[in-house]
Each structure stands twice: as C-alpha cells, then as structure tokens.
C-alpha cells in the first residue's frame, strides 16, 4: 500500500468501523495514525476472547471512538475511501440504531446483555 497521508479511509478498530483521515502513516510499524470523522459500524459489547458468551468474567461496554479522537490501526484494516463522509453524530446515531435492530432480531441471552451495555454507553454520546 502507497502512502496514505492525508487520503480519507475507511478504518477497522478493534469491533467497530469508522471513516477518518489519516494523519501519520508509519510503514515500517504496519500502522496508520487515523483521525476519526464519522462511525460506520459501532463496536461490539461484551467479552472480544469469548463472543457473543454471556458468562464471562467481565462483559465490556465499550464506547465507538469519538469526533477527532485519533488512534494507531493496523495498516491493513485501512481502506481508502473516495465517498462523501456523513457527519459524526448522524454516523454514530445510525451506528447505534443499527446495531440496536441486529440485537433485538437475534434475541438471545447474550444479545440481551449487549443490547443493555449499549444502552449503558449510549448515555454518555452527547447526541440527542
């Protein structure tokens, strides 16, 4: 992959998928600096070693990455992108709604779980 300095991409992180810029790209490091502009797939809650299993010792809430917020991806996960970006809380409120659907639809006892820790996370979004 070429140097992506500058290029909008879009960008794998941990469970969740984001559009966002990149800032500093580090070849010899197999990482890119990306700046986060919008969500496209919110993260996933509960245990990443033992998904979608319920009795863990501990079920992660965790929160999307926010406006700006910057983060090192792993070169591969990075994409260019050429299309427009949406704008962050519209991105991060459709994110949330989606995924929200997907875990109501498959009705298990995990996604009971990870649909309550997504509404634990979604409390502190400063979207309305």
Known sequence: ??????????????????YGRVIEDHPTKQTVLVEI?????HPVQGDLHHPKEVNVPLFHERKALSFREKANMPRHTVKPFDSEIPEYNESLKHSLETMKTE???EDT?????????????????PIA
Do not use: I, P, R
């Not at 992959?1 to 984001?18: F, H, I, P, R, W």
């Not at 502009?37 to 797939?41: D, I, S, T």
């Not at 006892?109 to 979004?125: G, I, Q, T």
């Open 1 to 18: 992959m070429s140097e992506l300095t500058n290029q909008t991409v879009k960008a794998l992180y941990k469970t969740g998928s984001y």
């Open 37 to 41: 502009l919008a969500v496209e797939k």
């Open 103 to 105: 875990l109501k639809n």
């Open 109 to 125: 006892d995990w996604s009971f779980h990870a649909l309550k820790a997504l509404e634990a996370v979604e409390k502190d979004y």
